[in-house]
């Protein structure tokens, strides 16, 4: 052995337990492994302080991120995080802790995920919550598969408008089970309503559709809502939570269960994960929701407590009378979204959409002045927009990678006919300056 190696054991103790598994050296027990599949070396470099490591791994992290500019979303999204996210996320009461089965040692916890139950109803418009999921995509799937127990029917309808991630993990789920997903292709980028109704009939359980879209576009489904009920099937809405601060929530358009990621409340973009899944739905469907849900109680000396409960989980009940699979959830993501929901407040959080919404009309105006470049405008949009660009998409974003600046999310490769679209996102985080040099890079790159 090399010595100058670090080995959590003494050569004392590696003999006696190869004595136990009757081998007599560390080589005779990777024996079976053949030569050529075996690491010859793992070139580690030499040991540094803790200062050198810190500033090594600093070093590594700039040239991945660099000073690229993002002008991407599609699901994940760069807005500003509270640094007092990070600082009480980060505590140890909190950052340590994992499910709260006891609750008696583990009011906090479970205070915390009430609160953060409290804060999603108030902010989708709907009765409860349960205590997160797991992304936005998976929270749609699970969306779906309440609304095949609640109404017993065995037919979602999808608006192709819904993002292609979310639409994916959707059809995962429901892949071995008895349930046609009938996608609705988009009509000008907004949902193509007569289409729906052609299929919307008893045999429907629910209508997914998303709010803003994909393609950015904010629609109203309050009429939609009233058609699908009328069917006795459910409305689903898939919500950018950020853009509820001026948007009509879910609640108000007579939804019956909002989804979504939580990303964007205040968890980093982190290559794209982790993050949390919100559902909230109205009381009525609250037997069925998926997870964990956080209860109100009183103790026996009448002191206010918060306990588990309507805990329908494989783990507590029979597998097959279960409403979902889900076992350790996104419970620190999720406090960090209520720490983000709390910090910035109602009237901060309306103040926040608006200037996603201001900025992002800017960014329109002086797009558009590039000869070649159209903005697709067929509905009002919250911070993310399409263009129609003069080229592939694709290749428009490739070039400009190059000059530090992330355009935005091609479409050719979700949408057929799509090839020179291209989905911009400005958040609060784009100043004036850097949305007027993404103009002139983008302006450059349709010219080479």
Do not use: W
Not at 27 to 43: D, H, M, Q, S, V
Not at 273 to 281: K, V
Not at 342 to 358: C, F, I, M, Q, Y
């Amino acid at each position: 052995m090399n010595d100058s190696h670090y080995c959590p054991h003494t050569p004392e103790e590696i003999s006696e337990m190869l004595s136990v598994i009757g081998v007599a050296s560390v080589e005779e027990l990777f024996a079976p492994i053949p030569g050529e599949l075996r690491a010859k070396t793992f070139n580690i470099p030499p040991g540094m302080s803790e200062f050198e490591t810190f500033s090594r791994m600093q070093a590594i992290a700039a040239e991945n991120s660099g000073k690229m500019l993002n002008f991407i979303g599609g699901g994940f999204y760069d807005h500003i995080i509270p640094s007092v996210v990070d600082h009480l996320s980060g505590r140890a009461e909190f950052y340590t802790a994992y499910t709260p089965y006891q609750p008696e040692c583990s009011q906090g916890t479970l205070q915390a995920l009430f609160e953060y139950q409290t804060a999603i109803c108030r902010l989708t418009g709907l009765d409860v919550s349960n205590a997160s999921l797991y992304d936005g995509g998976t929270s749609c799937a699970e969306a779906a598969m309440m609304s095949l127990r609640i109404t017993g029917r065995n037919k979602i309808v999808v608006d192709g408008c819904v993002s292609p991630f979310s639409r994916q993990v959707l059809k995962t789920y429901l892949f071995n089970l008895n349930v046609d997903v009938i996608e609705i292709p988009p009509l000008d980028g907004l949902l193509n309503r007569a289409e729906l109704a052609a299929v919307l009939d008893d045999s429907v359980a629910a209508v997914l559709v998303q709010n803003p879209n994909f393609f950015g576009s904010i629609e109203d489904f309050t009429a939609l809502a009233d058609q699908v009920h009328g069917a006795g099937a459910l409305l689903i809405g898939s919500i950018y939570p950020i853009s509820l601060g001026i948007v009509k929530s879910p609640g108000e358009m007579g939804m019956d269960i909002a989804v979504g990621d939580g990303q964007s409340l205040g968890n980093p973009l982190s290559f794209g994960g982790p993050s949390f899944g919100f559902i909230a739905a109205k009381k009525k469907l609250i037997r069925n929701m998926p997870g964990r849900i956080v209860g109100e109680t009183v103790d026996k000396n009448g002191k206010r407590g918060f306990v588990l409960t309507l805990q329908a989980r494989e783990q507590h009940i029979k597998r097959h009378k279960a409403t979902s699979n889900i076992c350790s959830n996104q419970g620190l993501c999720a406090l960090r979204g209520l720490i983000f929901l709390t910090s910035v407040g109602k009237e901060g959080l309306a103040e926040l959409a608006r200037l996603n919404r201001d900025k992002a009309e800017y960014a329109k105006v002086q797009l558009a002045k590039i000869p070649g470049v159209t903005v697709l405008q067929s509905a009002v949009t919250f911070n993310e927009f399409t263009l129609s660009l003069p080229r592939r998409a694709d290749a428009v974003v490739a070039g400009m990678l190059e000059h530090g600046i992330a355009a935005g999310v091609p479409l050719g490769q979700y949408y057929e006919g799509s090839e020179n679209c291209l989905v911009v996102t400005v958040t609060e985080k784009r100043t004036r300056k850097e949305i007027d040099l993404f103009a002139k890079e983008l302006e450059v790159a349709l010219c080479n």
